[in-house]
């Protein structure tokens, strides 16, 4: 069963009604959030606010556009595309499930960079047989494990890309991984930390 068909049985069963943002036609903001997803995210918040204001609720277009400009400043929402130094630009972002990854690949085809560098590390419950063959075979993957008992160890996950033939090696600790990146990488190139909200959360 495909999502939308899924909460198509979900609202039939409540007899509620369906809107799907892909459908709204209405005008679009921009988030102070970055990455490609985020224009998804946004449309979810106009298509929310259009339902709202149609029920009377009193938000106007101001309102709106502010508030996803300000969504940083007034949720402190991080690590989407965050930028954390220049020279070489370093990012991390919490992709960290296959849907995630796709877009996050699909948004690193839109920079541009020398080399590219991945602290990488994910939960034992990922399904790795779906995120790595999107991922970039021309990344060099710093494998690290977060500080929590659900991680997969740098070694473990080391392996798993090796067996694919991905360019990895382990270093242990997050902030290890992040060190050796930053010992090789040139000013041109681009580092980006990613596959688990933990493994971001010890670095910003």
């Known amino acids: 069963m495909k999502p939308s068909q899924f909460f198509e049985h979900v609202a039939a069963k409540q007899k509620a009604k369906i809107y799907f943002a892909s459908d709204f036609k209405g005008t679009l903001y921009t988030s102070d959030l970055k990455g490609l997803y985020q224009q998804y995210n946004a449309r979810t918040v106009c298509a929310a606010i259009n339902q709202l204001q149609s029920l009377g609720w009193k938000v ?5 556009s502010e508030g996803l400009k300000s969504v940083v400043t007034n949720t402190n929402l991080l690590g989407r ?11 991390c972002d919490v992709a960290h499930n296959a849907d995630g990854f796709k877009v996050l690949f699909e948004h690193l085809n839109t920079e541009t960079f020398n080399r590219l560098y991945i602290v990488f590390g994910v939960m034992k419950d990922k399904d790795l047989d779906a995120i790595l063959p999107l991922l970039s075979p021309n990344a060099t993957y710093f494998c690290c494990a977060a500080d929590n008992k659900r991680a997969l160890s ?5 392996d798993k890309l090796l067996e694919k033939e991905f360019k ?7 902030e290890s991984a992040l060190n050796a990146a930053k010992t090789v990488a040139n000013t041109d190139d681009l580092i ?7 493994v971001v959360s010890e670095i910003i």
């Open 168 to 174: 990895a090696i382990s270093y242990g600790a997050v």
């Open 60 to 64: 106007t277009e101001q309102n709106l």
């Open 81 to 91: 595309w965050q930028n954390l130094s220049v020279e070489p630009d370093i990012y």
């Open 154 to 158: 740098s070694q473990d996950l080391c």
């Open 192 to 198: 980006v930390i990613c596959g688990s909200n933990f």
